[in-house]
């Protein structure tokens, strides 16, 4: 999912879009977290009523962010 950080060259984004394409060529599963944290990254941002990104601004907080990543990638293994 897209970051707080300001200056990054490219978007995180597009990032996951390649990362799609090679698991698709790869027959690998995929899981696009910008779907569970949101549309809009100023809602988990550091600092708001949902803070799941750490300070740094660029990586999900371990005890905030980290579980969701966490419950996202268990409900991609356990459903069918």
Same mark, same amino acid.
């Given at each position: 999912? /897209?970051?707080?950080?300001?200056?990054?060259?490219?978007?995180?984004?597009?990032? +996951?879009? /390649?990362?799609?394409? %090679?698991?698709?060529?790869? !027959?690998?599963? &995929? %899981? $696009?977290?910008?779907?569970? &944290? =949101? #549309?809009? /990254? +100023?809602?988990? +941002?550091? =600092?708001?009523?949902?803070?799941? &990104?750490?300070? #740094? *601004?660029?990586?999900? $907080?371990?005890?905030?962010? =980290?579980?969701?990543?966490?419950?996202?990638?268990?409900? *991609?293994?356990?459903? !069918?």
């Amino acid at each position: 999912c /897209e970051n707080q950080r300001t200056n990054n060259t490219y978007a995180m984004s597009l990032y +996951a879009y /390649e990362a799609y394409k %090679l698991a698709s060529i790869n !027959k690998c599963a &995929f %899981l $696009d977290l910008q779907y569970v &944290f =949101g #549309d809009n /990254e +100023a809602d988990y +941002a550091y =600092g708001t009523g949902r803070p799941w &990104f750490a300070a #740094d *601004l660029i990586h999900p $907080d371990p005890t905030t962010g =980290g579980r969701v990543i966490t419950d996202a990638v268990y409900r *991609l293994l356990t459903t !069918k």
